[in-house]
């Protein structure tokens, strides 16, 4: 397994080996570009949800549709363009705008990581959960929580992540998963309920 470079990144985006849409630019070296060394900065969307106050529930994680159980337990939020707080010790589920595509036959997958100045902020983002199977389509879900001492302000557009793409050795048994085709920050498809694969 091997991390693509910037330039790679870009050349799989135009053999289509990886779909990133919009398309991340300007390319790597221009001024303002997204693309590190060895990733590319995806942006935040307006919506978000939030987990309802007050309740007094177990969630069991072993039955239902963790997707469709998240959109009941929670707000969906719209974020103003001045910005959302979020508060000391608070979690929100957001998305990217970009929707991300990794084809069986291109042989990639990749991980979401938070960025390391946001870090430094206390700011987790897409924490335990960071892989993007090969097969992958949909846009990213991203938990964040607010573990430093002071309120952050989340603007849409932020370029609050960065996705690394990775090669896959040997042949992919293609496996079903609930989050495949995703389009809300709680996982759930936008279309036709379509619920399939995801991280």
Request: aromatic share 4%; glycine share 8%; hydrophobic share 40%.
């Amino acid at each position: 397994m091997a991390v693509l470079s910037n330039r790679a990144i870009v050349e799989a985006l135009e053999s289509g080996r990886l779909v990133i849409v919009p398309r991340p630019t300007p390319e790597p070296g221009a001024a303002g570009s997204p693309y590190n060394t060895s990733s590319v900065d995806l942006r935040l969307a307006n919506e978000i949800l939030v987990p309802r106050d007050g309740l007094t529930l177990n969630f069991d994680l072993r039955t239902g549709n963790i997707a469709e159980t998240l959109q009941r337990l929670s707000d969906r939020r719209t974020i103003p363009p001045d910005g959302w707080i979020l508060q000391p010790r608070s979690f929100v589920l957001a998305r990217t705008v970009e929707r991300v595509a990794l084809p069986l036959e291109g042989r990639l997958a990749a991980r979401i990581e938070g960025r390391s100045s946001f870090a430094r902020t206390g700011l987790l983002v897409h924490f335990t959960a960071p892989t993007i199977h090969a097969n992958f389509s949909g846009t990213i879900t991203l938990e964040m929580i607010n573990l430093g001492p002071l309120p952050l302000v989340l603007t849409p557009g932020l370029r609050v992540c960065q996705l690394i793409v990775e090669t896959v050795e040997g042949d992919v048994v293609p496996e079903p998963s609930q989050f495949h085709g995703q389009g809300t920050a709680s996982g759930a498809a936008r279309a036709r309920g379509r619920r399939r694969d995801r991280r």
